[in-house]
């Protein structure tokens, strides 16, 4: 077994357990967050936030592993806070998100690489708290020449440490295997790259290509039903299970406990299962239902994210 970085200190991967593969305990806009006190209220979010890790702790989860980029509003002292508050394993990401900010177009990857490898063995923001994931994606404007770059730059980072990348992908745009094109290039062996949010589609042929190439695939937006519906996503993993991919799948809802691009009201009426519960009280449930055994089950919620984070090595 591995030690990896956890938001509380090393983890033994023997002890991940169940675990939510992508998932985020905070998204706020730094920009708005400085400029307006009232944007966020964290003496109202982080007891929400822990009872909501409490509620998937309850349930059997063990690890949550917080995807949430550096340009996102990752704030490393409040998913800590949280982390302790709930005693929960979390491990943190580092990373770059996939829209176009000029901040990041001028400096050259290296430097960009070496943010990264800092916050993977040093620690994020001036706390000894290392990321123990690299998180990076691709969206609807597809590969352009700074997504290109940023993908690069955690292909160099994940070539400098070992760590595991996880995507953002927009699967309506088949942005996945751009991305293993990118990874691919840079020589990082696919199999150690999650291709998230594969599970917003039902088809089995692009799913395929992707899993044919060796990645795993996210199918981490579980609650998300306005992409697609609970039903359709547990029968395509259960179809993927029958023809033998249950070895390369993790499970997650991509679930935010503060969520600041829409107002929280509109969230609670548009995606009401959004949450870290869903898995264990529905999603599982629902797999046994469409005859997906007990061993892959285990495969998809401890084996697999196990597998993920033991392959570490620099190379």
Not at 67 to 80: Q, S
Not at 132 to 157: E, S
Request: hydrophobic share 40%; proline share 4%.
């Amino acid at each position: 077994m591995a030690r990896i970085n956890g938001v509380l200190g090393p983890i033994d991967t023997a002890e991940l357990g169940f675990t939510l593969m992508h998932e985020h305990i905070l998204v706020v806009n730094w920009s708005l967050r400085q400029a307006f006190a009232s944007w966020y209220d964290r003496d109202e979010h982080v007891p929400h936030a822990v009872s909501e890790v409490l509620s998937a702790k309850e349930r059997g989860v063990r690890t949550i592993v917080d995807l949430t980029p550096i340009n996102l509003g990752r704030d490393i002292h409040v998913i800590r806070e949280v982390a302790e508050k709930a005693e929960m394993q979390v491990i943190a990401a580092t990373g770059f998100y996939w829209t176009e900010e000029p901040s990041l177009a001028g400096w050259p990857e290296d430097r960009l690489v070496e943010l990264l490898v800092r916050d993977i063995e040093k620690g994020i923001q001036g706390t000894d708290v290392k990321a123990g994931i690299i998180k990076c994606g691709t969206d609807h404007f597809g590969v352009t020449p700074l997504n290109r770059k940023l993908l690069t730059v955690a292909a160099r980072a994940h070539r400098a440490t070992g760590v595991p990348i996880s995507t953002h992908t927009s699967v309506v745009h088949r942005v996945g295997p751009s991305q293993q094109d990118v990874f691919e290039a840079e020589g990082v062996d696919l199999s150690r790259v999650v291709i998230g949010h594969c599970g917003d589609t039902d088809d089995l042929e692009h799913l395929e290509s992707i899993l044919a190439r060796g990645s795993t695939i996210g199918m981490d937006r579980f609650g998300v039903d306005i992409f697609l519906p609970m039903e359709d996503r547990v029968r395509t993993v259960a179809e993927l299970c029958r023809r033998g991919k249950a070895d390369r799948m993790v499970l997650s809802h991509d679930a935010c406990c503060h969520f600041d691009f829409f107002p929280a009201d509109l969230m609670a009426s548009a995606v009401p299962r959004w949450n870290f519960r869903h898995i264990p009280d529905d999603v599982i449930p629902a797999l046994r239902k469409e005859g997906v055994s007990e061993d892959h089950i285990r495969t998809l919620s401890v084996d697999n994210p196990r597998r993920t984070f033991e392959q570490q090595g620099a190379y």
